[in-house]
């Protein structure tokens, strides 16, 4: 198979108007940061507190919207084992975390105009802590990057017949470029044209693909397919434990991502901030039907009759592949093109987001709260940006470990007819056990420092009760203790 020339000329004009709209923003962001007089480090990281309703509320929901999601979820309906009923959990769980930052944080981490997530645990626990902390967070956003970036290496490379290697890198030096010259004014304005792309592309596609000759009318294999198993998937008693528990995990895990907050943080009012994770809760779900769609039809097509042939998608391990797929095969070309753009456009809104608050962590609370106290701003900008561009290069090339891009962790099983199955939310019962565990080991370790049998210089973390001496105030010839205090009784009077 030829390379799709049309496709290459439409996916470079696609990606000029995503980089000259970065470039566009950070001449803005320079602008806004000679007027407001902003220290470069805060314009980078959170856009000097500026982005309004509208705009944050894109780049919010973008947080979640990138090519993994949009993939993952054709992926998802499509597979057997998982179906519509298991992916519609999954959307309302990762809806869920949008409303539980939104009611829960949004508002006093705006208020207090904290730097990153992590600086409301610097402040109770101190640094050391916060700094692991750090480097878990750091961590994540690494991951995610090939994440987010596989998705779209896929579908490139299957409908334009490029190398998977060649559409990641492309992709990623354009996504770093534009992170490094606007900050976070450039991935803000760059999210409101890809979720544009994303919404408009999607839709375009779904209807060719649903009334490809080859495909069966999706409401007819719901429940009986004779084609591939029927794609509503199976809600069964026994799976309703492992289900609380995805949700739960997804809902509450999700809630801790670091884009999620920085964004929070960035936005002009706590009331702004708020409303943005509120609405995005919505807009997520509906970004998230195109693709249901689009696996539904996978689910319901007669692949032996069509330009891919036999065996299915599925028979060949393909399944993580299969929205390029349906694109390319149940589409005339040019519809095909516009599914790539929308993946792609998915991809990069999600994956700066993820170098700009890696970056931002390391900056703030690592190398200005612990190897650098005493850096500059101009030290600090400069760490910034070598940030971006080493979580971009890593995250990258883990890009070569690709596989499917929707994987749960199967721990926990049963043995069912040689083959281990879960039933068990493990998730759920290693999440109370770690909070059983802290508070356990937390109370025991200040009853062991308060009774002196642990010398206090191995009290590190400071759990040992400090009693603070009590305030006096001079009243007529004595020293009495403050107000409150001395209405505890005449004991509290002390002569001098």
Known sequence: MAV???????????????????????????????????????????????????????????????????????EM????????????????????????VGVFFAKPMRERNYVTMLQPFQVKYGKVVSAGLSLVSIFIDLIWVPTTLTGLGGIMS????????????????????????????????????????????LWVCVPFVMKSPHTLDISRTLMNNTLHAPWIG?????????????????????????????RILSASSPATAR?????????????????????AAAASTDWNQTTYGSPSPYERGEAALILPIAL?????SFISIIGIGCVAAAAMSSADSALLSASSVFTSNIYKNILRPQASDRDSQWVIHASVVVVGVVGTSLT????????????????????YVQYAPVKTISMLSTIASILLFSYLASVLFNKGVLPEKWDVFK???????????????????NEDESKNGPDSRIDV
């Not at 799709?4 to 004009?13: A, F, L």
């Not at 500026?50 to 894109?58: A, E, K, L, Q």
């Not at 409303?275 to 696996?295: K, N, Q, R, S, Y």
């Not at 390319?328 to 005339?332: K, R």
């Open 77 to 100: 309906v499509y597979m057997p084992s998982v179906g519509l009923i298991w992916t519609i959990m999954v959307l309302l769980a990762f809806s869920s975390s949008f409303i539980v």
């Open 463 to 481: 759990v040992k009760a400090q009693h603070s001496p009590v305030p006096l105030t001079p009243v007529g010839g004595a020293i009495e203790e």
């Open 328 to 332: 390319q095969h149940l589409t005339p």
């Open 4 to 74: 799709n020339i049309t496709g290459v000329i439409v996916m470079v004009v696609f990606y000029l108007l995503v980089l000259g709209t970065g470039i566009w923003a950070s001449f803005k962001s320079k602008r806004k940061q000679r007027k407001s007089g902003a220290t470069g480090m805060e314009m980078a990281l959170l856009g000097n507190r500026s982005i309004n309703w509208v705009v944050g509320i894109f780049t919010m929901t973008a947080t979640w919207v990138g090519g993994a999601f949009i993939v993952a979820t054709a």
């Open 158 to 201: 299957v409908v334009l017949d490029l190398s998977f290697s060649l559409c990641v890198w492309i992709s990623a030096a354009v996504i770093i470029i534009y992170t490094l010259m606007g900050g976070l004014y450039s991935v803000a304005y760059t999210d409101v044209i890809q979720l544009i792309l994303i919404f408009v592309g």
């Open 400 to 419: 070569s470990l690709k596989n499917s891009v929707y994987t749960f962790l199967y721990l926990g099983c049963t043995l069912e007819d040689g083959v």
């Open 275 to 295: 409303l943005t994770c509120i609405i995005a809760a919505f807009l997520m779900f509906t970004f998230g039907i195109p693709p249901i769609l689009v696996g």
């Open 234 to 262: 199976q809600l069964e008693l026994k799976n309703a434990w492992i289900m609380t528990d995805d949700f739960l995990f997804f809902a509450l895990g999700g809630s801790g991502y670091p884009s999620f907050h920085q």
